[in-house]
């Protein structure tokens, strides 16, 4: 049986929803970034795309492109509550979703389409949805796989409905430019580019041999994508085969940095940010990571292994303070980063050492006020409020449940 996969992403989605929640704001151009005059453009309204304001951009940038351009800031919680919202909406058409990213899903609905009439219907139906339910409109693209139909629903946006059937694959792959391919970065691109492949129909032709013996076993996968051949399965949340690996946060700073004193106020509320997320799962991990960006974008990572998993903010701001007093900084520091890895879920015991368990007991006390009254209602005196919610970027991990709602 050929497959039938829905790929659902969302038009403009944060500045889509920033339209719905301020009416005023449709038609004008509108960015939408975190805080400061450093951060990136995570979402560009169309109108604002017509300038060249486009998304991971200077903010700065954008403001030369379009200076009417209306900034708005970046709310993590309203995008994920949203997003939430329209992954139930797809549930209750099968339970065959996977989530892709924050406005993007895919569905396998081979199964599902005689109730709903064939798969095109099927889509406009989610459509229809969508919007009634929360104001947005969405791109469907319809395909034998997820490879074309994210494809095919990038032809035609906003609010677009395209369906490719398995017989026009070939016709549609001959001309397509490799670039068009989710998978293939601007560096395989170019590489491709030198070996004379600029086309899907070229890349599928080209003798495998070369292939691998460029990109090694990954020139299988790109001949296979060359011909619109791809079988990885939609997984559903909860399918039990997605492993955290690790929760991690990141802040580009308003202003490079190069004391100390200054870096490890905000290691502090990142140290908060990663166990807030870590306490609310019930897990630990034992290894820390610390990332440091200087303001060339040279970037590097220290870690630190630990001989008891750890979850509580002050254990991880130790732990990553220490890292960071064992390198030397040698320029001035535009980003810094805190992961926690090597997780552990619902095995933790309490502490036979009484200053482990005043300090798990004031932990406690925080996250009790914090849940009642908001993230960081209370915190300790060395954090830095205007740090909070990082750089106004939602990783692609990020899931409507579990750990990976990271916001």
Known sequence: MNRVILHVDMDAFFASVEEVDNPSLRGKPVAVAGPGQRT??????????????????????????????????????????????????????????????????????????????GAETLGGRIKERIREETGLTCSV???????????????????????????????????????????????????????????????????LQILVREFGVLGHTLSRMGRGEEDSPVVPLGAGNEKVKSIGHSATLPRDVTDLV??????????????????????????????????DFTTFSRQMTLAHPIRTTSRIYRSASAIL????????????????????????????????????????????????????????????PDLRGSNGIIPPSWRPRGVRRSV
């Not at 951009?57 to 993590?76: E, F, N, S, T």
């Not at 166990?275 to 897990?283: K, M, N, P, S």
Request: charged share 25%.
């Open 262 to 295: 200054t870096a490890r106020r905000v290691l502090l509320t990142l140290s908060e940010m990663v166990g807030r997320r870590a306490r609310r799962h019930d897990c630990a991990g034992n290894r820390v990571t610390l990332t440091v960006r200087y303001r």
């Open 141 to 207: 693209g319809i395909g034998p796989n997820k490879l074309l139909a994210k494809l095919v629903g990038g032809r035609r946006k906003p609010d677009g409905l395209s369906v490719l059937a398995p017989g026009d694959v070939r016709d549609l792959m001959e001309s397509m430019p490799v670039g068009k391919l989710c998978g293939i970065g601007p560096e395989t691109e170019r590489r491709l580019g030198s070996m004379g492949i600029s086309t899907c129909g070229q890349l599928g032709r080209f003798p």
């Open 40 to 117: 990136i453009i995570t979402t560009a309204s169309y109108a604002a795309r017509e300038f060249g304001v486009r998304t991971g951009m200077a903010l700065g940038q954008g403001l030369k492109l379009c200076p009417a351009l209306v900034i708005v800031r970046c709310d993590h919680r309203k995008y994920s509550h949203v997003s939430a919202m329209i992954i139930d909406i797809l549930e209750s058409f099968t339970p065959l979703v996977e989530p892709y990213s924050v406005d993007e899903a895919f569905l396998d609905v081979t199964t599902d389409l005689n109730r709903f009439g």
């Open 325 to 384: 007093d064992s390198v030397s900084i040698v320029r001035p520091i535009r980003l810094l980063g805190i992961s926690l890895s090597h997780l552990r879920f619902g095995c933790l015991q309490g502490s036979l050492f009484p200053a482990d368990r005043e300090e798990d007991s004031l932990q406690g006390a925080l996250d009790l006020i914090n849940d009642r009254y908001g993230e960081f209602s209370a915190m300790y005196a060395d954090q830095l």
